[in-house]
C-alpha cells in the first residue's frame, strides 16, 4: 500500500511537472471562468486542481482516496462563485440578450470539448465492447445535458451494466449543472441583480438561500430513501452550487464575518478538506456537507500573502485547474476503455495518466481555447444554434455507430452464449419484471400478448404454457428458456420481481435492502402476480419458481450466520404460503417446479460485473474479481434446512417438483465452486448465471419434464 501511496504521489508531482511545460506562461494563466479577465482569480483555478486530481485517484483505487469523487461537489461549489462572478456587472439590453449571451457564452465554453470526447471516445468503445449501447446512449443524453437523467433511470435497473464498464458515467455531473444554468439565469434575472437593480444582490441571496436551504433538506431526506435520485439529480445538488453563489454574494460586501474568514489558514482548511476525502463511502451524505463548507471557506480566505495561496496559485497547480474540464472529460474516457482492454494495475498507471493529460492539454490547447475565443458568428443566438446542431449531428452519427457499425468495427471475437444479456429471442428478460415499485400491471395487461410471453400473442386452444415466476432468479433463466423454446409447442411466459421472492415473505426479512416505499409497492406486485397466475392458469400448465434461496436461507462466504438464523424463522411460513399455492394450482391441474438454490459466492466489487470478463486479443490479462470461489461443502451444508423443507413438501404434494441445478453448475470432484466453469464464465455476478449457464441446466431440466411426463405430446 505505502509503495503505491508513493507511486501515485510520484505521477502527480510528474505530471504537474509535464503539463506545465507544454504551454507558454502567457497562455497558462489564461481564465477559463468566463469572468472579465480584471476579475480573474488563479487561486481558484488552483482548487479546480486539488479536486480533479482527487477525483481522479478516486477512480483509479477507491481505497487510496475512499472520498476522491467529491471532488466533484469541490466543483459544483466553484460554478456557482464562478458563474455568479461572471455575472456581476455584465450589461445587457433586455431580458432575451441576457440569456442569448449567457447561452452563447456556455455553447462555447461547454461543447466543442465534450463533442470531440464524446465522438471519439464512442468510436473507441466500440472497438472493444460487442454491445456499447447502453454507453453510446448515454453519450446522447450527455450531449444534450440529461446524462444525469438517464443514468437514474438506468440504476432502476437490477441487471444494469457496470458503471466503471460505461465510458460516459462521469457526464452525469456535466448534466447536473447545465440543468442548473437553465434555472440559475433566471433567478440572476428577475431578482435583479442580472439588470443591476439597487437591490438586485440582497433580492439574489435570499431567494439562492432559501432554494439552497430547501435542495439541502431534500438531499438529506432523499438520500436516506433513495440515493441515486438523491446523486443524480439537479435539485438536491442544488445547494451546492448555490453555496457557491451565496459565497460571491457574502464576499462582494464587507462584513464580520467576510473579516473572519479571511483570518482562517487556507492550509488548514485544506487539511480539513483532505480528511473528508478519506472519509469511508457510509459516510457519504456527511462527508458531501462538509466538502461543500470546507469549500466554500477555503474560497474565502484564499488571499495573497498567505501560503496556501502561494500553494494554490502555483503555476503548475493553475494549469492542471486550466485544463481540468478537459482532464475531467478524457481521465474516465481512459479509465473505463482501459477497464475493457488492459486493465488497470500498478505497471499501467504511468502510462494512463500520461495519456490522459495528453489528450486533455490537447484538447485545452487545440479545441478549448480556440474555439472559445472565436466569433462563431456575429449574432450570438446564432452561436447557440451552432452548439445545438453539432451536437444534434453528433448524436446520429452515434446513432449510426450503434445501429449500424458497431459490429462491424468491434476488434474482438464474440462470446454471443455468455455476453448476451438475459436474453431470449431478442427480449431482455429484466424488462419482464418489477424492480422498485416500476413494471407493468398485472392487473391491467394480458401477459399472454406482452412481449414477455414466447412465441408472443395468445396461446392457441389447448396450448401449453410454462410460467416462470420468483425475483431475479427467475430472470436468470433466460439461457434455459432459449432451448426451450426450441423444443416444444408450448407457450413460455416470464413475470417476475426483483428481489422479492415468490411467494412473499414479510417486509423485514428485506431489512438489507434500502429503506424506502417502493420494496412495499413490490410486495404488492408480487402478490398481484400470484392472484394473476391462479386465474389464468390452465389444466397441464407448469409453473416454474425461481428464488435468491440461497440469500435468504443459506451460506455463503461473507454471509452473517445471526442473519441466516433469523431469516429460518420465516422458513415455516414461507413453506406454509408455497403449500397453499401449490394446493391452488393443483386445483386449476397445474405443476409445479421449483428450483433449489444454486451455488452463490461473496459478492463482487461494487460496480464490478463478469462483463469483460472475456479474454480477447486486446484483453490479455483478466482481474482477479472475475474469479470468485466457495467452498461446495459449506455451500452445500448450508443449505440443509430450506432443501429439506421442500423435499418434505414435495412429498405431501403429488403436483410437486423439486429441480437441483447445483452439481450441473459444481461438479461433485470440485472441492470449490467457481463463477468459471471449464474456462468458461458461467455466472454474470455473484449469484446470477449467465446464458450460457442457462443453457447448461437444460438437458437436466428437460429430462425431468420427460421424466414426469409433464410436456403434453401433440
Known amino acids: 500500500m505505502f509503495k503505491m501511496r508513493y507511486l501515485y504521489q510520484k505521477i502527480i508531482d510528474d505530471l504537474t511537472h509535464f503539463a506545465s511545460e507544454m504551454l507558454p506562461a502567457h497562455v497558462q494563466m489564461t481564465s477559463t471562468s468566463g469572468a472579465n479577465q480584471h476579475s480573474y482569480r488563479p487561486e481558484i483555478d488552483g482548487i479546480r486542481a486539488f479536486a480533479v486530481i ?112 460505461n465510458v460516459f458515467t462521469h457526464t452525469w455531473s456535466l448534466g447536473v449543472e447545465e440543468q442548473f444554468y437553465f434555472l440559475f439565469p433566471l433567478l440572476v434575472w428577475f431578482t435583479g441583480f442580472g439588470r443591476q437593480a439597487s437591490k438586485g444582490a440582497r433580492n439574489l441571496f435570499w431567494v439562492t438561500g432559501v432554494l439552497s436551504i430547501a435542495s439541502l433538506i431534500a438531499f438529506v ?22 453555496a457557491g453563489c451565496l459565497l460571491f454574494l457574502g464576499l462582494k460586501h464587507p462584513s464580520g464575518l467576510r473579516v473572519r474568514l479571511q483570518s482562517i489558514p487556507p492550509l488548514v482548511v485544506t487539511a480539513g478538506i483532505v480528511a473528508v476525502l478519506f472519509i469511508p463511502l457510509q459516510f457519504a451524505a456527511k462527508a458531501t456537507i462538509a466538502v461543500v463548507l470546507f469549500t466554500s471557506v477555503l474560497i474565502a480566505c484564499l488571499h495573497t500573502g498567505t501560503a496556501g495561496y502561494s500553494l494554490f496559485t502555483h503555476p503548475q497547480v493553475v494549469y492542471i485547474g486550466l485544463i481540468s474540464y478537459s482532464l475531467y472529460l478524457w481521465h474516465w474516457g481512459v479509465l473505463s476503455l482501459s477497464r475493457w ?36 458568428s456575429v449574432l450570438r443566438w446564432r452561436t447557440i444554434g451552432y452548439g445545438i446542431s453539432a451536437c444534434v449531428i453528433a448524436s446520429v452519427l452515434l446513432l449510426l455507430l450503434s445501429n449500424s457499425l458497431s459490429d462491424r468495427i468491434f476488434l474482438g471475437s ?60 427467475a430472470l436468470h433463466l433466460s439461457g434455459l428458456i432459449g432451448k426451450m423454446q426450441s423444443r416444444g409447442d408450448y407457450q413460455q411466459t416470464v413475470i417476475a420481481t426483483a428481489q422479492m421472492t415468490f411467494p412473499t415473505l414479510p417486509l423485514e426479512v428485506y431489512d438489507w435492502l434500502p429503506k424506502n416505499d417502493w420494496k412495499q409497492k413490490d410486495l404488492l406486485n408480487q402478490e398481484k402476480t400470484i392472484k394473476y397466475v391462479l386465474a389464468n392458469v390452465k389444466s397441464g400448465d407448469i409453473i416454474v419458481l425461481g428464488n435468491d434461496l440461497g440469500n435468504l436461507f443459506g451460506w455463503y462466504p461473507g454471509k452473517w450466520e445471526t442473519e441466516r ?32 438454490p444454486m451455488p452463490r459466492f461473496q459478492s463482487m466489487p461494487k460496480d464490478f460485473t463478469t462483463e469483460n470478463c472475456y479474454k480477447q486479443w486486446f484483453r490479455p490479462f483478466l482481474t482477479n474479481d472475475c474469479y470468485l470461489f466457495a467452498d461446495r461443502i459449506k455451500l452445500r451444508q448450508g443449505l440443509t434446512e430450506v432443501t429439506d423443507s421442500l423435499k418434505t413438501l414435495s412429498k405431501s404434494n403429488s403436483n410437486f417438483y423439486l429441480f437441483d441445478p447445483f452439481d450441473r453448475l459444481c461438479p461433485k470432484d470440485l472441492k470449490n465452486c467457481s463463477t468459471v466453469l471449464s474456462d468458461r464464465v458461467i455466472f454474470r455476478d455473484s449469484h446470477h448465471i449467465n446464458n450460457y449457464g442457462g443453457e447448461l441446466l437444460f438437458d437436466d431440466f428437460y429430462a425431468l419434464l420427460l421424466h414426469y411426463k409433464l410436456l403434453k405430446t401433440p
Open 565 to 596: 438464523q433469523r431469516n429460518l424463522q420465516f422458513l415455516p411460513g414461507w413453506i406454509k404460503n408455497l403449500d397453499t399455492f401449490i394446493k391452488t394450482a393443483d386445483a386449476r391441474g397445474a405443476s409445479v417446479i421449483a428450483f433449489l
Open 221 to 242: 431526506h432523499i438520500y436516506r430513501i433513495n440515493q441515486p435520485a438523491a446523486y443524480f439529480l439537479m435539485p438536491t445538488r442544488f445547494w451546492e452550487m448555490g
Open 414 to 473: 464474440r462470446h454471443s452464449v455468455e455476453t448476451e444479456n438475459l436474453t431470449v429471442q431478442g427480449i431482455k428478460l429484466y424488462d419482464c419484471s418489477f424492480f422498485q415499485g416500476k413494471g407493468m400491471s398485472v392487473s391491467t395487461t394480458d401477459i399472454a400478448k406482452s412481449r414477455c410471453s414466447f412465441p408472443k400473442g395468445e396461446r392457441v386452444s389447448g396450448q401449453q404454457r410454462i410460467w416462470y415466476l420468483g425475483n431475479s432468479h
Open 341 to 376: 482492454t488492459i486493465g488497470i494495475h500498478w505497471w499501467s498507471v504511468p502510462f494512463q495518466v500520461a495519456l490522459m493529460l495528453l489528450l486533455a492539454v490537447f484538447s485545452y490547447r487545440y479545441v478549448e481555447i480556440p474555439l472559445r475565443r472565436s466569433d462563431w
Open 54 to 165: 482527487a477525483v481522479i485517484i478516486n477512480h483509479f483505487n477507491k481505497d487510496l482516496l475512499p472520498s476522491g469523487y467529491l471532488g466533484v461537489d469541490i466543483f459544483f461549489v466553484i460554478s456557482g462563485f464562478v458563474i455568479t462572478s461572471s455575472l456581476a456587472g455584465r450589461s445587457s439590453k433586455n431580458f432575451f440578450d441576457f440569456l442569448v449571451g449567457f447561452y452563447a457564452r456556455r455553447m462555447k465554453r461547454l461543447v466543442p470539448a465534450l463533442v470531440m470526447f464524446v465522438v471519439i471516445t464512442s468510436i473507441l468503445i466500440c472497438l472493444f465492447n460487442p454491445s456499447p449501447g447502453l454507453s453510446i446512449m448515454t453519450a446522447i443524453a450527455a450531449l444534450f445535458g440529461c446524462s444525469n437523467l438517464y443514468l437514474l433511470n438506468q440504476s432502476t435497473n437490477y441487471f444494469a451494466d457496470s458503471t466503471q464498464l
